[in-house]
């Protein structure tokens, strides 16, 4: 337990940080019973790490918790604020911790990694290979793109997910048990944990200033009008998981499905100013391309990828920028739902039809046995046929009528595929 000065003020998300791996709330699927983290406390054996995930999900709090289930020196560097200098001094101290009397571990842990440049990652990396210390690295962006290579190579890359409503709670409830907070009205809760969007630290700051304007204002009970007056317009704007946040989600949809640039972009920047994760607007783009476009411009899903992308390595604002341009490509890109539709219907048609075989001239035959079998008899190369079309060939299994699932609409690329598609049915009509 951390040791503060008599009569120090202690922030309340470190009153309430978690002492033991029990006490850690969230991140079950790396620290529950048989998971990869918990089996690594267990082994006794720590190993380099890389933690990626938003802020406030408990990077910091497992680093420090490894440190005390190995009875390890805790070293600590901001990449934001340190530099060579911090490092030299770090191998320094875990070099004096091995060689002392009471020979010990090192566990160097560094905060946002990824602000650490090539030269200055590379300096970890004889240290890390000679065992001098374990590395354990914090970022919230993609490492891949991030930390160099040679050091990910050496080091487990463990994904953090923010926290969940339910632990957001669990969070509200330990603040309210050491009478950290006045008791909170449930309609406040909600929003609260709504301002949070998956971040206890934000959660716990926020809980300490209510707390303090409770007390100024002799509030006996922290309700939802008085949040809202406290904490402003931005949480009167922006309520993620209620009705508003999934009305201009949906406004930003109909929009581009509209062909409605302007209208896009407004709803697009409404959600960016009021908080939502770009990352999360990203993913929508990703469906929204799928959906909405798909082959009448098969571009789309590619440029709704490469925003996403380009927002991972830039974040925010220069990266919301590439989320801007590709939601006006998807407003003015030719619409077609066909794929869409195709995919629904093949869905709703195998769930209810029965497990048909598939015809013997489909079959693999790797083998003599297959092939004695008939395995594969009959099948046409569709490559050696003219036209590179094997026409009359069947690839349904027997007695299945033609479905018809797809229907290319006539608009951008899918007027020229439905052309295609009835060319080859015509072909196909002549070899029946």
């Known amino acids: 337990m951390s040791v503060h000065a008599a009569g120090a003020h202690v922030p309340l998300a470190e009153r309430l940080r978690p002492r033991t791996l029990a006490e850690v709330i969230g991140q079950q ?3 529950g019973e048989g998971m990869a983290l918990r089996l690594a406390f267990e082994s ?5 790490c890389i933690f990626w995930g938003p802020p406030g999900v408990g990077k910091t709090t497992i680093a420090r918790l490894m440190a005390d289930a190995f009875d390890a020196q805790f070293i600590t560097i901001s990449a934001v604020l340190g530099g060579v200098k911090d490092i030299r001094e770090a191998v320094e101290r875990a070099e004096a911790a091995r060689t002392g009397l009471a020979a010990q571990r090192t ?9 650490f440049n090539k030269s200055q990652q ?5 240290h890390v290979e000679s065992g001098l210390f374990t590395f354990i690295g ?14 990910l190579s050496r080091a487990a890359v463990y994904v953090l997910q923010p926290l969940n409503e339910d632990d957001l709670r669990q969070i509200v409830d330990k603040a309210r048990d050491i009478d950290a907070v006045p008791p909170v009205q449930a ?3 909600n929003r609260l944990i709504a301002y949070a969007d998956g971040d206890a630290r934000r959660l716990l700051n926020t809980l300490e200033t209510l707390a303090v304007a409770a007390k100024k204002e002799k509030l006996v009970e922290v309700t939802d009008e008085w949040l809202l007056k406290v904490l402003g ?13 999934y009305d201009t989600i949906s406004a930003l949809h109909k929009s581009v499905r509209g062909s409605d640039p302007d209208a896009a972009l407004y709803w697009l920047v409404r959600m960016l100013d009021g908080g939502a994760d770009p990352r999360y607007l990203a993913r929508r783009l990703i469906r929204m391309a799928s959906e909405d476009i798909g082959l009448a411009d098969p571009r789309a899903l590619r440029l709704a990828l ?4 380009v927002y991972e390595r830039l974040g925010s604002p220069e990266g919301e920028l590439a989320l801007a341009e590709c939601v006006v490509y998807l407003a003015v890109a030719p619409k077609s739902n066909a794929v869409y539709k195709a995919f629904n219907a093949a869905k709703a048609f195998v769930k209810k039809d029965g497990t048909r075989p598939v015809p013997m001239h489909l079959r693999n035959a790797p083998t003599q046995l297959m092939k004695s079998l008939d395995y594969g008899k009959g099948y046409r190369y569709a490559h050696d046929e003219a036209g590179g079309f094997a026409a009359g060939e069947r690839y349904l299994p027997e007695g299945m009528a033609e479905p018809g699932f797809y229907q290319p609409v006539d608009r951008g690329l899918e007027l020229r595929i439905g052309d295609k598609l009835r060319e080859l049915k015509g072909y196909n009509d002549q070899n029946s």
């Open 44 to 48: 006794g054996q720590p190993h380099s």
């Open 138 to 151: 914090a970022t919230t962006e993609n490492p891949s793109f991030e930390v160099n290579s040679a050091l």
């Open 233 to 245: 317009e931005r949480m009167r704007r922006y309520d993620k998981g209620g009705e508003q946040f």
């Open 122 to 126: 590379d300096a970890f990396l004889p």
């Open 107 to 115: 566990i160097l842990f560094v905060d946002e990694v990824h602000r």
């Open 29 to 31: 699927h790396m620290l």
């Open 306 to 309: 490469d925003a996403a992308e």
């Open 187 to 189: 309609a406040a809760i």
